[in-house]
């Protein structure tokens, strides 16, 4: 397929445009708080299948559902005592529930990839919300990039890797938050999937005790979870203290002035998170080695640290 992408404004015809392309089981990027998703009609199998088409996926990994509230939420997840406590304190917001599946809500089973749960999400930006809310239905969308490659965080990141694979593309400015939203599965114990946009501790205080930890083995519980995923061209090196002579050195806090880039000069996780991806591009075009100074590893860090070991996995 190559057909050109349409570029379209967050503005009510744009949200609408949007929506008749969804309905026509096309594909349409759009922007959440966290990072850019590539939305297609939960329901349409034919729509949900161009996903792993556009994306390049190798296999059928389970979608996570974009839906404009927890009522519409509960039409396709069982959600017990814990996912309510959840979904109560963080909806909408960088935070994504594995429920128990409802296998006659009418979703495709390529979205649960077969599995008897299903992710569920409701997003807090305002054009997602838009856009969910006058489609009125289920979306399915994983972030809105390449397969392999770094997460899109603006309009221009989804074309780089897109552009005349999908039907459109909604432009909401920069991401708010940069990374994806954290995945707690709740089938069993409240189970910590990925760390993400909600810092962990913050989840263990709503429910008010610790989360369960997803066993490390090889069949990682959210099968997205490969090692060399959000993969610059480049190599990447981690905790540098200084970079080495032909690296582009991605900085942290206020002792890195050398730097090309730094992800913060005040050292304030949130702002690290939401250049995090843009940064990486950034560094990855200059076609030399990148080097990561040091992230503090708590709140945001967790996320940040988990995606800067995938970027630096040797492949
Ligand atoms: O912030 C986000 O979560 C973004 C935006 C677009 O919402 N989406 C996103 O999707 O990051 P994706 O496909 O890149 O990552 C979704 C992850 C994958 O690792 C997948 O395996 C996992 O969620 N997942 C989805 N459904 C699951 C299920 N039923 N059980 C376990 N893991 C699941
Ligand atoms: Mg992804």
């Known amino acids: ?44 199998g034919e729509a949900v299948a161009r996903i792993f088409d556009a994306k390049g996926r190798p296999r059928f990994n389970p979608l996570i559902v974009h839906v404009a509230d927890l009522e519409m939420a509960r039409r396709y997840g069982a959600f017990g005592t814990d996912a309510l406590a959840l979904a109560d304190a963080f909806w909408p917001g960088p935070l994504t529930l594995v429920v128990p599946i409802r296998p006659e809500a009418g979703l495709s ?17 305002e054009v997602a919300q838009a856009l969910l809310r006058r489609f009125d239905g289920p979306v399915a969308a994983p972030s809105a990039n390449l397969s392999g490659k770094i997460s899109p965080t603006r309009a ?50 709503a ?4 989360l369960a930890h997803a066993p490390v083995g090889d069949t990682p519980n ?7 995923h959000y993969a610059p061209d480049a190599a990447v090196r981690l905790d540098a203290r200084a970079a080495h002579p ?24 949130v702002e690290a998170a ?11 075009k200059l076609g030399q080695p990148i080097a990561v100074a040091p992230i503090p590893h708590h709140g945001l860090g967790v996320a940040i640290n988990d995606r800067l070991k995938r970027a630096a996995h040797p492949r």
């Not at 009510?12 to 445009?17: V, Y």
């Open 156 to 205: 221009e990141h989804v074309l780089d890797g897109l552009d005349g694979r999908i039907a459109a593309v909604l432009d909401g400015g920069p991401a708010e938050v940069g990374v994806e939203s954290t995945i707690i599965g709740c089938f069993d114990h409240p189970r910590m999937l990925r760390p993400g946009g909600l810092p962990a501790e913050i989840a263990e205080q």
């Open 109 to 125: 089973e390529l979205v649960s990839a077969g599995l008897d749960t299903v992710g569920i999400r409701v997003p807090r930006g």
């Open 1 to 44: 397929m190559s057909k050109e992408t349409e570029r379209l404004k967050p503005d009510p015809e744009g949200i609408a445009r949007a929506c008749t392309l969804l309905e026509a089981g096309e594909l349409v990027a759009f922007p959440t708080e966290t990072v850019y998703g590539l939305g297609a009609d939960a329901r349409q």
């Open 207 to 210: 429910l008010g005790r610790p």
């Open 246 to 269: 032909g690296e582009t050195l991605i900085g942290f806090g206020p002792g890195c002035d050398g730097a090309a880039l730094n992800l913060s000069r005040s050292a304030d996780l």
């Open 274 to 284: 939401a250049n995090l991806f843009q940064y990486l591009r950034e560094a990855d």
């Open 222 to 228: 959210a099968p997205g979870q490969l090692s060399s």
